[in-house]
């Protein structure tokens, strides 16, 4: 091959729906990720593994193997042995059995920088740069990551137990902690949204203040900040509100302070304005914590009755790169390291699409700017950046996907310039990145872990299913009773048999006995009727020898594997990658660009998601990962031969 590429760009989303993002990109309204595909190849028939699950599928990227080698099948992960309801979050770069990309590279002295990349901490680089990976984004931490963290700083951390649905008991999920702490919002009393009870603000004329501005009125309120949902309790600080009408015309402005003076404030703010990012250190059990975050004025009305202040997510500023010292490098002074991006005060009903825009603004600028400022001071041959923001998109606000829940054609119109807009931002990141390489000598890839659509008819609960079938039994407390349970579902298209010799509890035999339940389970599972619908919502079930045409084996899957139709459950997960409904898509994104790349071909061959690590080691002429078994894509070559 003549042209052989210097440096590898690998920018990958996470649950883009594939034909809305092309259709933008045709539209004209994307056009970075026009450009990449258009200078390339692209692959409209993205195929990724079963479940369609961003730990595994991520893995399987980066790793270029099977989730069945690699041993991460979905969201979480048994450990061979232990009772079949005890699991942890499948986020844990330990668990990952098969060689990274990157590590194969460092074998021949290539350096890689590894941004935001699920399953990778603790740091799995080894000659290079990672920021983020305990997550899903950046100052998220997902058992036993949580737990790891916790050790080191000598805190304690239990296990978590999964539930017969796969759900942490004792958290609002299995182990998930975000940021220092979640965004907040204070309010007067007129302001009632239908969920979580905001911090009530108390006006009053100020007493104690020092430099006061000239007014013709002021009011003023002690603002206690709740500072919840963090990896650690913070020790929330009190802030002095002072609100302002500076002409005697209504209140117009307010000032918040770190102490009653208004002569040194964190912010000043008019309704609709973002104050810069700021920064507080807090206590913390496990020692001071550096954050950042912003204020925005939502709304102050003239005579103060609606006054609406909210807070963003406080955003740890280290604990999350390796090296270490790398996070104090990092200046972004308009981007904040916003696990939430907006969705946790939207959802609530604090405020609408605008803000929640801008929020998501601040979080791309924080990649785009600790991204680029990595690509232009250190040594790099691979770059990967991978941006959750669709994903915690339609899972957060699932009705911007579906056309049938819009009221009225308006509705569906600003449902629409959401969904645009998210898309435009993962379009403004992938534009800061390309801007940073020569696109003569760099390959470009874009890659997703899979797609997603509308919620359709409910899905199912796969233990009550086996309850019924006489396959799980449970005591008068509602608890598994192990001795007459020959089954359980895990999470996310699995049914474990209680094997006797296998697993701590197990009465099923093997041989003729351990088939035969097989076979029951799978009869209950597809005879199975969903009330409200009439209708058979399961695909297929088989059983897990009979799965391996479908790359399902390893010792995380269940003996029986099922699928659900398209138009019941949610967004992904027990799906197809062929699943196509209601304008969703379950299918992955792929597209290449780059030296040695054919330009403005699509190949509709089936192109899977492992086939991506050992075709940029081909055409950079790097090595391949030990454990990759996808296949090198020679129709994307302009010398397919070679």
């Known amino acids: 091959m003549n042209t052989r590429p210097r440096k590898v760009l690998i920018f990958g989303l996470d649950g883009p729906v594939a034909p809305a993002l092309l259709r933008y990109c045709r539209e004209g309204k994307l056009p970075a990720l026009a450009r990449l595909i258009d200078n390339g190849v692209l692959a409209p028939n993205a195929m990724v593994p079963l479940p369609t699950a961003t730990p595994a599928n991520w893995t399987s990227i ?30 844990h770069s330990p668990d990952v059995k098969a060689e990274y990309v990157w590590n194969a590279i460092a074998r021949a002295g290539k350096k890689s920088v590894v941004v935001n990349f699920v399953t990778t901490w603790p740091p799995v680089v080894d000659d290079g740069i990672q920021i983020g990976g305990s997550g899903c984004d950046i100052n998220q931490w997902f058992h036993p990551n949580l737990a790891v963290a916790s050790q080191e700083q000598g805190i304690s951390s239990d296990a978590v137990r999964l539930d017969e649905d796969g759900l942490g008991t004792g958290a609002a999920a299995p182990g998930v902690f975000a940021a220092s702490a979640s965004g ?89 304005e973002w104050s810069g990012v700021l920064q507080h250190t807090f206590p913390t059990e496990a020692g001071p ?19 609406r202040l909210y807070h963003s997510s406080f955003c740890a500023l280290e604990g999350w790169s ?78 911007v996907l ?36 020569d696109e003569n000598e760099t390959l470009l890839a874009l890659i997703s872990d899979h797609g997603a659509k509308p919620a359709g008819h409910p899905g199912i609960d796969a233990n009550a299913i086996l309850q019924d079938a006489g396959l799980l039994a449970r005591d008068a407390a509602g608890k598994i009773d192990w001795s007459q349970t020959r089954a359980l579902a895990r999470p996310v298209c699995w049914i474990h ?68 139709k398209h138009d019941h459950g949610y967004q992904h997960g027990p799906f197809l990658p062929t699943a196509d409904w209601q304008g969703g898509s379950l299918r992955g994104l792929f597209a290449l660009s780059g030296p040695g790349i054919r330009k403005g071909v699509q190949i509709e061959r089936n192109v899977w998601c492992i086939d991506l690590v050992p075709t940029i080691c081909h055409l950079a002429d790097w090595p391949v990962p030990r454990d990759t078994e996808g296949a090198v894509i020679y129709q994307a070559f302009e010398e397919p031969g070679c």
Request: net charge negative; charged share 25%; glycine share 8%.
């Open 497 to 564: 048999i209680n094997q006797e010799g296998r697993d701590p509890d197990g009465i099923v035999r093997g041989g003729e006995h351990y088939r035969a339940v097989q076979d029951e389970i799978i009869q209950a599972l597809t005879d199975y009727v969903e009330p409200t619908s009439g209708r058979k919502p399961v695909l297929f079930a088989l059983r897990k020898e009979d799965a391996r045409f479908l790359n399902i084996y390893g010792e995380q899957a269940g003996d029986v594997v099922y699928a659900l």
């Open 62 to 91: 980066a790793t270029g193997a099977w989730p069945g080698t690699h041993g991460i099948s979905d969201y979480n992960v048994r450990r061979p042995g232990d009772p079949l309801d005890r699991a942890h979050m499948a986020f």
């Open 402 to 437: 579906d056309p049938r829940l819009a009221k009225n054609a308006e509705e569906r119109r600003q449902h629409e310039a959401l969904e645009l807009g998210i898309y435009q931002a993962c379009d403004r990141l992938a534009r800061d990145l390309i801007e940073c390489v």
């Open 184 to 272: 907040g919002l204070f309010c007067t009393a007129s302001f009632q949204p239908d969920s979580r009870v905001p911090v009530r603000i108390e006006l009053a004329a100020p007493e104690g203040w020092s430099n006061l501005p000239a007014a013709s009125r002021l009011l003023a309120a002690e603002l206690e900040v709740r500072a919840s949902g963090g990896r650690y309790p913070l020790a929330p600080p009190t802030w002095q509100l002072l609100v302002v009408d500076t002409q005697g015309k209504g209140f117009d402005r307010v000032l918040v302070c770190e102490h009653k003076d208004a002569a040194v404030s964190l912010a000043e703010l008019r309704v609709g």
């Open 289 to 307: 914590e550096r954050c950042a975050f912003a204020l925005k004025l939502l709304e102050l009305s003239a005579d103060a009755s609606d006054l």
């Open 322 to 399: 390796s090296p270490a010292s790398l996070a104090t490098e990092i200046v972004s002074t308009k981007g904040l390291p916003n696990p939430d991006s907006g969705f946790f005060g939207y959802d609530k009903g604090w405020f609408g699409a605008n803000t929640l825009l801008e929020e998501i603004e601040m979080q791309r600028q924080w990649y785009a700017d600790a991204c680029t400022h990595v690509m232009k001071n250190k040594p790099w041959d691979l770059f990967v950046m991978r941006y959750h923001l669709p994903d915690t998109s339609w899972h957060s606000i699932p009705h």
